[in-house]
């Protein structure tokens, strides 16, 4: 148990179904991010939020929409996806500003997200 | 472009020593960090290096060196627990975090 923690832990949902994952923490970090982990790939950070603002966006597309309404919640919400979104979902939280300046970060155990 | 390369995988022996080792190449940086993942586990993390040399947290150490753009992670006395793997990530200027594949780690007895 990290202190983060994601629901649902696995998700199968069809290209035109919306669904939506949910992450909490309760650490008192000001920082969670969204990562996304395909096999055999590095981590790819999709956003931040700093503070309940949204810090950045690696070029994420549309369908994927985050939502973080205040400092222990962060939701991210999925519409239209396509088979190669399939991957697990992980999110983090830090103590950090935008980013993580030497301080680590606390994952949560992901949503294995299936596309069919 | 910013790069990190690891191992895809490993194989090491119950109570032997292993070295997975981690370069790096990014705009800057602003230290190493490496993290275990077991499979259908969330990421934690392992160690943090900013500056040259060894650092040791009981079985695990971790060494950088920023003038070769390189780092390991030292694994003693393997247990079969330690079956995992291991994720390396160097900060860069913007302390944005670049990610390795990770390696798998694979300990038989």
């Known amino acids: 148990e990290t202190g983060v923690t994601q629901t649902p832990r696995h998700l199968v949902m069809g290209m035109t179904n919306k669904k939506s994952l949910k992450c909490e923490q309760h650490l008192g970090h000001n920082a969670m991010y969204w990562y996304k982990q395909s096999a055999k790939k590095p981590l790819e950070l999709m956003f931040v939020y700093n503070f309940k603002e949204q810090t950045e966006n690696n070029s994420v597309p549309s369908r994927f929409s985050p939502e973080c309404p205040n400092s222990s919640h962060l939701f991210l919400h999925l519409h239209t996806l396509q088979p190669e979104d399939s991957a697990l979902y992980l999110c983090?939280?830090?103590?950090?500003?935008?980013?993580?300046?030497?301080?680590?970060?606390?994952f949560g155990q992901g949503t294995r997200l299936t596309v069919v | 472009g910013q790069n990190i390369d690891q191992p895809t995988e490993m194989t090491a022996t119950e109570g032997a020593i292993v070295q997975i080792n981690c370069t790096y190449q990014?705009?800057?940086?602003?230290?190493l960090f490496w993290y275990q993942q077991h499979a259908g586990e969330a990421p934690t993390f392992l160690s943090y290096n900013v500056l040259d040399g060894l650092e040791e947290k009981g079985r695990f150490s971790s060494f950088l060196s920023r003038s070769k753009g390189y780092s390991y992670l030292l694994l003693k006395e393997l247990q079969m627990k330690d079956s995992a793997s291991y994720l390396c990530?160097?900060?860069?200027?913007?302390?944005?975090?670049?990610w390795g594949a990770g390696t798998k780690l694979i300990i038989k007895p």
């Open positions: 990530a160097a900060s860069d200027s913007n302390y944005q975090l670049i």
């Open positions: 983090a939280s830090s103590h950090g500003s935008d980013r993580f300046p030497n301080t680590e970060a606390f």
């Open positions: 990014t705009s800057g940086f602003n230290g």
